[in-house]
């Protein structure tokens, strides 16, 4: 087996225990970050009510710690380093950045963030939508990450590990910073959305000397993770047959071969499911029920044209419901199947009055006025 530890978030509770597996264990008590500065932590068992420093540097350091304990050890490691930054939805999107790349970014213009009136459908965030104090407190903890992931390939290369240790870079979930009047993720609108940039998150794998540095267009998943990675790192026999698994292997593509790779993707965000092809998007909601998307993504790949109910598109939508329907018919928790009387796993969606996971309607997220750098709520 493995010698396992976390550096950073952990979000699926319990977090004062390390979790099954875990001999290192350095986290937070909550999922939530409020400032990245003096959040609550979790060190050598203890809770911490304010961070000792700048959390993304703290990940770090204890991602190092971890390295340095066991990479003598006579098993093979796995780091689970995960950063809670830049954490674009709190509210310290509404007060400048304070790590060393604060300077740097302090009169940028941030045109890579598109200005744009907010979509109707946006509910949370919307303090942040077109904020420059926001738009470059998100550069500068992006860059702070960059720095961090920097400081791990030292450590790997100081100690000779670099060649034999597969690194994974991704993240959790998509965002959109503003792309189409959309700030946020899925779950900061209403309706629960599923916009390509609320699902796209970066995967990047590297292990010197045996995956060729490339870039590959084939459309792959978070439920492709497992299968791929148990069969590059020779694992291929412990491959979970109970349940069946969704996922493809794509691990064939990281050793440089030729896939045939069609391109068919799954999405579900509570009530809402999409499925994405090489061309095509649909989407579909329940719960309640609609509004439904269809998307010709060769002609609008930022989803601006919905066809959804227009005639000459209707064997088109038949057949994306169709898939999405069998998909999720085959994979689907029973337990957690919105669509056929399961309960909401996370209670986010915005159920009807009579359904089980209704609940009382909060109200709509604040306003503040920001002046200098410093927030106001109103």
Not at 21 to 43: E, Q
Not at 131 to 141: F, G, K, Q, Y
Not at 151 to 166: A, M, P, R, S, V
């Amino acid at each position: 087996g493995y010698v396992c530890g976390l550096s950073g978030k952990w979000h699926l509770g319990d977090n004062m225990n390390p979790q099954d597996g875990f001999s290192y264990w350095a986290t937070m008590p909550r999922g939530g970050t409020s400032s990245l500065y003096n959040d609550p932590v979790i060190l050598d068992g203890e809770l911490h009510k304010n961070s000792p420093k700048y959390m993304t540097d703290l990940w770090t350091e204890r991602g190092i710690d971890f390295i340095e304990k066991v990479k003598d050890d006579e098993k093979p490691f796995f780091l689970y380093l995960a950063y809670n930054g830049p954490y674009c939805l709190s509210r310290l999107l509404l007060r400048p950045a304070k790590n060393r790349w604060a300077e740097y970014y302090a009169d940028k213009p941030m045109l890579s963030f598109p200005r744009d009136s907010a979509h109707p459908w946006q509910y949370s965030n919307l303090d942040y939508h077109n904020n420059i104090v926001s738009m470059r407190r998100v550069a500068a903890e992006v860059s702070g990450v960059d720095d961090g992931v920097g400081e791990i390939f030292k450590t790997l290369e100081k100690h000779g590990l670099d060649e034999n240790t597969l690194v994974i870079f991704a993240g959790d979930q998509g965002w959109m910073g503003g792309h189409n009047g959309f700030f946020g993720m899925g779950d900061h609108t209403k309706p629960m959305a599923a916009h390509d940039m609320m699902m796209q998150v970066p995967f990047l794998f590297w292990h010197k000397g045996k995956i060729t540095p490339a870039k590959s267009n084939a459309m792959v998943t978070n439920y492709d993770f497992l299968p791929s990675v148990l069969d590059y790192i020779g694992l291929d026999n412990h491959i979970p047959t109970e349940p069946k698994l969704p996922g493809r292997n794509f691990a064939p593509i990281l050793r440089g071969e030729e896939v045939d790779w069609p391109t068919e993707m799954y999405y579900e965000m509570e009530s809402c499911r999409s499925v994405r092809t090489e061309r095509w998007k649909y989407v579909e909601r329940r719960s309640p029920d609609g509004p439904g998307e269809l998307y010709d993504m060769e002609i609008d790949p930022m989803e601006r044209f919905n066809l959804f109910g227009q005639p000459e598109y209707a064997d088109k939508q038949a057949e994306m419901q169709k898939m999405l329907v069998k998909f999720f018919n085959e994979y689907a928790d029973p337990e957690y199947d919105i669509w056929n009387g399961g309960r909401s796993k996370a209670r986010r969606h915005h159920a009807p009055e009579d359904h089980p996971d209704y609940r009382e309607p909060k109200p709509r997220p604040w306003k503040a006025t920001v002046e200098k750098g410093v927030f106001i709520e109103k």
